[in-house]
């Protein structure tokens, strides 16, 4: 069996985090080492998922309901509501944790540079 990722031990209760909204099928942490003003996760509350490719490919109405549940959160964590959606996808591109989750960066990002 897949060993829980840091995320899954999270949403378990066993491992502390800060969890600032769920849903059904997801839930949002912010991130601890935030890159912009607002850093949020967005993270399926199943592992299934290594990468959004997969989960395109797996369950594209879950990555659906992902995008829409970052707007949400932007629209409430920043004045504008403006953000960036960020998924690193493998280790050369700065992918962590293979548990799939968004970035979500907001709240006055100065530069049009990419990352997490
Ligand atoms: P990635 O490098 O794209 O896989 O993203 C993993 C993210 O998880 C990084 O931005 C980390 O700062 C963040 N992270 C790691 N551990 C925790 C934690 N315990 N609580 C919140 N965010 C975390």
Redesign the pocket.
Known sequence: MTEPS??TR?LTGE????IIAETDSLFA???????APV?L?VIPKTQEYRSVVELAAGDPALLAELIAFAEKLAAEHTDDGDFRL???TGAN??????HV?A?VLGGGLNERSVG?
């Open positions: 840091i995320f999270i491992i502390p985090g800060e942490l912010r991130d601890i080492a935030p890159q850093h996760l960020v998924f690193n591109a700065g992918q962590s944790v293979f989750h970035h997490a």
